[in-house]
């Protein structure tokens, strides 16, 4: 399926006119420079063209996609020397191969660090929901990598849902507006957004610092799917901003999976890399080691 776009951001600020207004476009970014002063809000050079996302294009430029290989399933990184196809050619890292995960695969388009995350924080944590634009697209470009593996002729989109006091108290679910912005790109017939669907029935703490066996009970009774006729039989792709450890999306596709869904895939703006501390890309198909810091 093709992503609408050939780039996240344009770098011009107007449509091409005339040489002959050249000096326009100069003169308004001067003026919208001196009477809007602003910052990139993610290496704070002067922003000078007009903008409702605070974010400059080289900034934008720097935020790249996962490369090198990744685990089939999770979508972890995985050393050559553990990336053991399984006997239907999945690629699966070692954990994949010891624990049956209750999603079929789970895609991300980018590692949870630099720009990316600070762009994420920024929708989710200061409310520039112009990055959700942004965001959207680079989900759509996860989605769609997975897109011919879907059986069904339809297929529910269901965001993460947030807790109702989180949610009154931040305005919005994030990952329901990236999700929005990404069905722009994508077949909206075939990709149909639910909302209502699965609920969060109880605010959970952070998982920051738990063992993943807190974090299992964390999540544990958090979800549940408001009526299973909606899911039974049904294929459902659960996305949300970031893949941490794999708890959250975990617990919501036991819950789908519980309430009938045939099968339940996964999506994400970005994944945090277990292994990007200890190795780093150099090539599409080689991971080196390098010292940590």
């Known amino acids: 399926m093709a992503v609408a776009g050939p780039s996240i951001v344009s770098r011009e600020p107007f449509p091409e006119r005339g040489l002959g207004q050249g000096w326009i476009q100069r003169a308004a970014e001067s003026v919208f420079s001196v009477l809007f002063p602003s910052d990139c809000r993610l290496c704070a050079a002067p922003l000078l063209n007009i903008s409702r996302l605070p974010v400059c294009p080289d900034c934008l430029e720097q935020i790249q996609a996962i490369r090198g290989k990744v685990c089939s399933v999770c979508g ?25 995960r209750p999603f079929e695969r789970a895609v991300a388009y980018g590692s949870y660090d630099g720009g990316l995350r600070e762009l994420i924080h920024l929708l989710k944590f200061n409310g520039v929901r112009p990055a959700a634009g942004v965001l959207g697209r680079m989900l759509a470009e996860s989605i769609a990598a997975i897109d011919a593996s879907f059986e069904q002729a339809t297929v529910l989109v269901i965001p993460v849902p947030l807790f109702k006091g989180k949610r009154h108290q931040r305005g919005f679910n994030q990952a329901e507006s990236i999700a929005r912005a990404a069905l722009r790109h994508l077949d909206g017939e075939r990709l149909q957004l639910r909302n209502d669907i699965l609920l969060r029935m109880r605010d959970t703490h952070s998982q920051i610092g738990l063992t993943s066996h807190q974090r299992r009970e964390n999540m544990r009774g958090a979800f549940q799917v408001a009526g299973s006729a909606a899911v039974a039989g049904r294929e459902v792709l659960v996305v949300d901003d970031v893949y941490t450890t794999g708890t959250t999306v975990s617990e919501c596709a036991r819950v789908l999976r519980r309430a009938g869904a045939a099968r339940v895939w996964v999506a994400t703006v970005a994944r945090t890399m277990k292994l990007a501390s200890k190795y780093a890309e150099v090539g599409i198909d080689e991971v080196n080691v390098a010292e940590t810091a």
């Open 76 to 100: 972890d990184r995985v050393l050559s020397s553990y990336a053991i196809d399984d006997a239907s050619g999945l690629r699966l890292c070692p954990v994949c191969r010891r624990v049956e």
